[in-house]
């Protein structure tokens, strides 16, 4: 454990930044899975929801730094030819 006024502060804050990090991260690959899902159910309407959910989740990881900018690239990329593998 830190002596350190300082170093104490910056574990805390530490820990309480890698909570919102691994709550984001969750909800992230949750949205993702309800996009997959709805496009194995073959719901059009449904799908549309989820892969608009899925890609706002997608942006947001990138600006919190969550996910790389390519990456998130590629996964929009997959979720747009999925879903227009269904029309």
């Known amino acids: 454990m830190a002596n350190i006024k300082s170093a104490k502060k910056r574990i805390l804050v530490n820990e309480a930044k890698a909570a919102q990090n691994k709550a984001f991260k969750t909800a992230l690959k949750t949205s993702c ?4 899902a709805a496009i194995d159910s073959g719901d059009k309407s449904a ?8 890609i706002v989740m997608t942006d947001k990881a990138v600006t919190k730094g969550i996910m790389h900018k390519n990456k998130a690239a590629r996964k ?3 979720y747009t030819i999925a879903l227009n593998k269904m029309a």
């Open 47 to 54: 799908a549309e929801t989820a892969y608009k959910e899925a």
């Open 76 to 78: 929009k990329g997959q």
């Open 33 to 36: 899975k309800k996009f997959k």
